[in-house]
């Protein structure tokens, strides 16, 4: 089935280190995103990509990167300039181009991040 | 980007109808979107509506769309206890990125 896999579920990180969350999707979409879900909030744009190799910076791109060298995969750095990293990361994808450019976002089951 | 506002909670009984506002920011906006969240899941996409409508009706769902005032409502028939969730009302950017509300819980009780 097709859909968007991000891994892992779980994820803890001691301070000053950097971790990577996973983000692949079999949808032959064009455009992938990650977003930030912190309790009581909605979600919050980090980065978005439109296509392979060309990234931009969301609301709050301050501490994370992001490589696009294929496709499907999208993953996302949360490095130890982040201050606050707690939280629940949720990756998307949808179709920019032709009659599919205007097809709702969809989302992967998320990754919860928690420092120790 | 601007706050897409969503009152934070809704309490309905079983059976009765539930209505979810929002109100968002762009009036230049062309799809808006409203999402489910079960607890500890990514977000599930119930229905969208494009700008130049002013309803649409997806079995239990009806969505309705005021572009004079940018507002936004759900409403969801002989609501369940399996509707229990957080709604989001999302609204599409440039560059297909989604502006967010914070979301509504539903709670539906027996």
Redesign the interface.
Known sequence: DGG?T?SPKYLFRKEGQNVTLSCEQNLNHD?M?W?RQDP??????IY?S?IVNDF?K??IAEGYSVSREKKESFPLTVTSAQKNPTAFY?C?S?V?TGEG??Q???????T?LSIL | ?ED?EQS?FLSVREGDSSVINCTYTDSSS??L?W?KQEP??????LT?I?SNMDMKQDQRLTVLLNKKDKHLSLRIADTQTGDSAIY?CAE?MA????N????TSLLVTP
């Open positions: 968007i991000q455009a995103y977003y009581g909030q909605g979600l919050r744009l978005y439109q931009q969301g609301d949720l998307a949808s920019t450019r205007n709702p976002q969809h989302f992967g089951d998320g919860r | 980007g897409v934070l062309t799809y979107y999402y500890g899941a990514g977000l599930q996409l969208y494009f989001f599409r560059g297909y990125a989604l967010f509300g914070k979301g």
